[in-house]
């Protein structure tokens, strides 16, 4: 038998505190990405709506991945 505690995680960002940093997924906030961006927020969250922003959704937290900021940085 295995005796050590085994952890057990409610969602994807209590896993992720446990990665090593270089494991962890590239994704910012909204309001960090504001500023990668250089949108204003009703910007952000319109083109959101739209869906020429995509996002991903970990429970009441919204973040675009890095690869989308990439993306929108080389557009510009």
Do not use: C, F, Q, W
């Not at 505690?5 to 997924?25: F, G, V, W």
């Not at 590239?26 to 922003?53: F, Q, V």
């Amino acid at each position: 038998m295995d005796a050590s505690p085994k952890a057990t995680y409610r969602n994807a960002s209590e896993i992720a505190r446990d990665l090593p940093r270089s494991m962890r997924r590239n994704d910012t906030r909204l309001e960090e990405s504001r500023g990668y961006l250089h949108l204003s927020r009703p910007t952000l969250y319109g083109k959101i709506a739209k869906g020429e922003i995509k996002t991903i959704v970990d429970g009441k937290r919204r973040y675009i991945p890095g690869s989308e900021i990439a993306r929108l940085s080389r557009a510009a």
